[in-house]
């Protein structure tokens, strides 16, 4: 059994449309059109309004290495609501276990470069990120639209490229059996070369969020 803060394949194979990538190195999910394009729409003007320069939670020096834009998405919104109700009912996950939902903007030549999104325990900001929630468990991204080239999130270690499409999800466990982060989860969300991108992300925890 696991615990709220967690989902699992068995259960998001319940979903019609779901994939998983055929990969043991890793638990992924695929789903098309998983949002519909009217609410990828008013997400898409939502972070268009309400945008800042993208951070890091561990900074390594390279100015150059999350170029995007960041939007914190607010649940006062119907479409942030709306968007995080189906976040709920597909994952499975306690809502109480998420990060506030994120949204990113990507112009022509920005990118994030190969990361895990679970944090190394014995990093320094381990103490600042998590010491309240726990690691991250789950992350969940959706595509907001069709980029016209580029944009893709490469997952280098399972030789697996997932390519924007407007409303597509795309999910995985970061951690192993063990409960230790997978190093098969790294990834890197690659240059856009034509057109904006636009991507909304839900990290969960394995303990209450704030
Ligand atoms: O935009 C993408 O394709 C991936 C984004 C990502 O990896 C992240 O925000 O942690
Ligand atoms: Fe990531």
């Given at each position: 059994?696991?615990?709220?803060?967690?989902?699992?394949?068995?259960?998001?194979?319940?979903?019609?449309?779901?994939?998983?990538?055929?990969?043991?190195?890793?638990?992924m999910?695929?789903?098309?059109?998983?949002?519909?394009?009217a609410?990828?729409?008013?997400?898409?003007?939502?972070?268009?309004?309400?945008?800042?320069?993208?951070?890091?939670?561990d900074?390594?020096?390279?100015?150059?290495?999350?170029?995007?834009?960041?939007?914190?998405?607010?649940?006062?919104?119907?479409?942030?609501?709306?968007?995080?109700?189906?976040?709920?009912?597909?994952?499975?996950?306690?809502?109480?276990?998420?990060?506030?939902?994120?949204?990113?903007?990507?112009?022509?030549?920005?990118?994030?470069?190969?990361?895990?999104?679970?944090f190394?325990?014995?990093?320094e900001?381990?103490?600042?990120?998590?010491?309240?929630?726990g690691?991250?468990?789950?992350?969940?991204?959706?595509?907001?639209?069709?980029?016209?080239?580029?944009?893709?999130?490469r997952?280098?270690?399972?030789?697996?490229?997932v390519?924007?499409?407007?409303?597509?999800?795309?999910?995985?466990?970061?951690?192993?059996?063990?409960?230790?982060?997978?190093?098969?989860?790294?990834?890197?969300?690659?240059?856009?070369?034509?057109?904006?991108?636009?991507?909304?992300?839900k990290?969960?925890?394995?303990?209450?969020?704030?």
């Amino acid at each position: 059994m696991h615990g709220p803060g967690d989902s699992s394949i068995e259960f998001l194979r319940t979903h019609h449309g779901v994939m998983r990538v055929p990969s043991p190195k890793i638990e992924m999910v695929v789903k098309p059109a998983f949002l519909p394009p009217a609410l990828c729409a008013d997400l898409i003007h939502l972070i268009e309004t309400d945008r800042r320069p993208s951070t890091l939670a561990d900074y390594n020096g390279d100015t150059a290495f999350r170029t995007s834009e960041t939007c914190d998405m607010k649940v006062e919104e119907p479409a942030v609501r709306e968007a995080e109700r189906m976040l709920t009912d597909f994952t499975g996950i306690n809502p109480a276990h998420g990060e506030t939902l994120q949204g990113q903007r990507y112009e022509v030549g920005q990118e994030f470069k190969q990361h895990t999104d679970w944090f190394n325990p014995d990093g320094e900001d381990w103490e600042k990120f998590c010491s309240v929630a726990g690691q991250r468990t789950w992350t969940f991204m959706v595509y907001l639209n069709d980029v016209e080239a580029g944009g893709t999130t490469r997952f280098k270690s399972i030789g697996k490229k997932v390519e924007p499409e407007a409303g597509k999800l795309v999910g995985w466990n970061n951690r192993k059996a063990d409960g230790s982060g997978n190093v098969n989860t790294l990834h890197h969300a690659m240059k856009v070369r034509k057109g904006m991108k636009y991507v909304i992300t839900k990290w969960y925890r394995e303990k209450p969020w704030g």
